[in-house]
């Protein structure tokens, strides 16, 4: 059998005519990858088998899916997550159980609006469980002296407002609700007149979620103008909806912690990643020019403080070491800093925009993503900073790079490669496989294949795909 040695292989320059071509260069090079600048086949895919396969939000088919996940288990088992439509994964935040936890948010079911983010947790016993991000408050507490109205000439009168908030059996607690109103048809709104110690009739609570397990009450504490919000009582989730509602005595001293600020994120929040300091990142299509932030060990909790606007509407986010990139239609962006109240927001070189969300990946602290001008790659230049680069402008003309139609890419990493798949116009595919070699060089092969979706388990160090038409 014939062979062909090729010692150094730069890969495929179809913008260049076959007579321009350098040594080492190809007008094709197919099936095959570059690794070290040596030509090898390209690896046959094998078949999953074993795996759990879970087909979420309506999915009836695999070869439906937009997006896959890996959903490890503790003792290293795991399951495939699918969905109909452009979906984002993020580890859970919670170590100190035996759950595991999974942060998914984007559009489950596929119908071109995004959904409320949520937890897939498993339980050794219960299995799994779907449980929201987003918390709505309940309403505000309708409350009375049950010694009745207060004599005008008592002596040190205190006023004061109650609050209400939620928790869960996880702990977690919802963001506060309005201002108590004093008892009455309606209710007034205004302070309540008491005495240090009396007890408070609280109005049976009618809107308690079904996800809470207690009703915490807080008051702001006498003597305050605009005083502190301190911690008064729990009353079970039964208790407080009794039909006779619940009473409390009040004592100033006996006031516990401040209440926390919970503020929930928006209910449309997508593409939530993990960013190191124990916080995440996301961003809402109602808002499509702000990234948003959580609070620190907080999913739920996601403050008005902690957001930060860019001039482009928002694509998708990408996160390496403390930075979060925010890839948009016109300009990228990267906000960096290890606290999420005090991110920088810079605006990189451009513009470069992103049209594909699943175009988007991050290696080696470099984020790579689709543009209508090529492969651009966002990194760390010794004497420019953060930039922006065109990784194919020398070797896809502007015409041939959008005849692969990059607004349909599907794109993942893997073995110091780039596999890129593509749904041509025609509705035929073409496969790009670019290795990534040092100073930003790369090396592009064409291949076969066709995926509608692709996740890496970085665990095992493997990508999956779904195979377009299986």
């Known amino acids: 059998m014939a062979t062909v040695k090729i010692d ?15 040594d080492g260069m190809a007008v094709t090079a197919h099936n095959c990858r570059l690794k070290t600048g040596k030509l090898v086949p390209l690896r046959e895919p094998q ?7 879970l087909m979420e939000n309506g999915l009836a088919d695999i070869a439906d899916a937009q997006s896959m996940h890996v959903w490890r288990r503790a003792n290293g088992a795991f399951d495939f997550l699918l969905y109909k439509g452009v979906t984002w994964s993020a580890p ?14 984007g559009d489950r079911d596929g119908d071109g609006t995004v959904d409320a983010p949520v937890v897939y947790m498993r339980d050794p016993v219960a299995g799994k469980t779907i449980y929201p991000i987003v918390k709505d408050p309940i309403g505000y507490p ?45 209710p007034v709104d205004d302070d309540l007149q008491y005495l240090d110690g009396d007890s408070i009739q609280f109005a049976a609570i009618s809107d308690i979620p079904e996800l809470a397990v207690s009703i915490r009450v807080y008051k702001v504490v006498t003597g305050t103008q605009e005083g502190r919000i301190q911690f008064v009582a729990e009353r079970d989730k039964d208790a407080a909806a009794a039909s006779g509602g619940f009473s409390v005595t009040v004592k100033d001293e006996d006031a516990g912690e401040i209440m926390p600020e919970i503020e929930a994120p928006p209910a449309d929040l997508s593409c939530i990643h993990d960013v190191p300091g124990a916080f995440y990142c996301g961003f809402s299509p109602s808002m499509p020019k702000t990234v948003c932030f959580s609070d620190i060990d907080l999913l739920y909790s996601w403050p008005v403080a902690y957001r930060y606007d860019v001039a482009d509407n928002l694509v998708a986010l990408a996160v390496t070491s403390n930075s979060v990139f925010a890839l948009t239609e016109g ?29 988007v990946c991050v290696y080696r602290n470099a984020v790579y993503f689709v543009s209508n001008q090529g492969l651009m790659v966002i990194a760390n230049s010794a004497d420019a900073g953060t930039v922006c680069q065109n990784l194919t402008d020398k070797i896809f003309t502007k015409d041939q790079w959008l005849a692969l139609n990059p607004s349909s890419c599907v794109m993942g990493q893997h073995d110091g490669a780039l596999f890129l798949y593509f749904t041509l116009a025609d509705g035929t595919h073409k496969g790009l496989t ?37």
């Not at 609050?163 to 309005?178: A, Q």
């Open 142 to 186: 309708v409350v009375s002296r049950v010694a009745g109205p207060i004599d005008p000439s008592e002596a040190n009168i205190r006023y004061t407002r109650f609050f209400y908030t939620w928790v869960d059996k996880y702990h977690m607690e919802s963001p506060v609700s309005l201002p108590s109103r004093n008892a009455g048809t309606p």
């Open 8 to 22: 150094t292989f730069g890969g495929i320059a179809p913008r260049q005519h076959p007579t321009q071509l350098a």
């Open 92 to 105: 859970g935040n919670i170590a100190a159980d035996d759950l595991t936890r999974i942060v998914i948010s």
């Open 434 to 470: 670019i290795d990534l070699m040092d100073d930003m060089k790369i090396a592009v092969t064409t291949h076969d294949e066709a995926a509608t979706c692709l996740c890496v388990d970085v665990k095992e160090d493997k990508m999956y795909f779904v195979r377009e038409g299986v």
């Open 47 to 53: 078949l999953v088998e074993g795996p759990n396969i």
């Open 331 to 359: 300009w990228p962006y990267v906000l960096s800093g290890t606290a999420p109240e005090s991110m920088s927001v810079a605006k990189l070189a451009g513009p470069a925009a992103c049209v594909s969300p699943r175009g």
